[in-house]
């Protein structure tokens, strides 16, 4: 089981996470709407912790929740401030933060007008996502039999707790096949992204990320794409098929639970030489340098708490 810390925010305020509570009449229990973001903060060579990418996260959280007409009765600055100041709250020099938007419990029915929407911060101590060992061995990934929800099916850039009904399918298959992950398709078939983390390829020395029609825009992968070209690398975004990825020198999955993970195994088929690949580790360490302050570069990405 998790350890949560004593603490955490809730609606403006420090609540103790065992008294943290909320109806079970709850509008977003029912219906799956509320918004969610997943940050890390980690311990820096500037002797201090920083949020990687806060601003980022937050604007994305705010758009999801546009996207859904939800208003955040919040804004970007109280937001930020509210993550800052539970950092040391619970004075964790590595967290995982995890804000959430949600509907109240005024009424059930589709119709989401005059519902209150409350937030709540948590943070806790997140490590490796996927297994220790994930970021050096790599993992073994299999392609899922459920396909991730079109454009026209719903909001695909919105982070949405309904649209993880879908991860948690793939999640489930894939794990209990004895994969560590999923590779989720569109529904035409093209590679779209695992059930919490963007793909990427790397094929005759270009890096090729699937074209992202469905998937969600991640952050790591943005941050990923800027990472390389800083280094040289030529990046692509085209639409990618299973066996573009069987036979790719490398593949490696983002995202800010996972960071930058090797994939050496897509349905039984070895990946390069089944190995992290030279380019794959060239950005764990690139991106390892972004988060933990040692690239100058990149010091507009950290919040110092
Ligand atoms: N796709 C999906 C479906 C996704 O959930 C994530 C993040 C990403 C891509 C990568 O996005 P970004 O974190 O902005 O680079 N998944 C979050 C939730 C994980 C969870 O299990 O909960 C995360 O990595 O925090």
Redesign the pocket.
Known sequence: MTQYPDWLWYDGKFVETHTASTSVLTHSLHYGVSV?????AYRTELGKTAIFRLDA?LR?FIASARAFRMHIPFTLNELTAAHVALIGKVQLDEA?L?PLGFYGAEKLGLLTKDLSVHVMVAAWAWAA?LGEGAMTRGIRVKTSSFARPNASSGLTRA?ISG??AN?ILAKLEATEDGYDEALLLDSQGYVA??????LFIVRGGALIEPEPAC?????????VIELAQDLGQKVQSRRLTRDDVYNADEAFF?????EVVPIVELDRRTIGDGKCGPVTARLQRAYADAVRGRDPKRAEWLTLV
Do not use: Q, V, W
């Not at 998937?215 to 941050?223: D, W």
């Open positions: 969610f973001e997943g940050i890390r996260h994305r995982y995890r996502y982070k649209t993880y991860s992204e695992g059930s919490g983390e963007n998937a969600l825009l991640g952050i790591t992968r943005e941050t983002t995202g800010t639970a996972a």
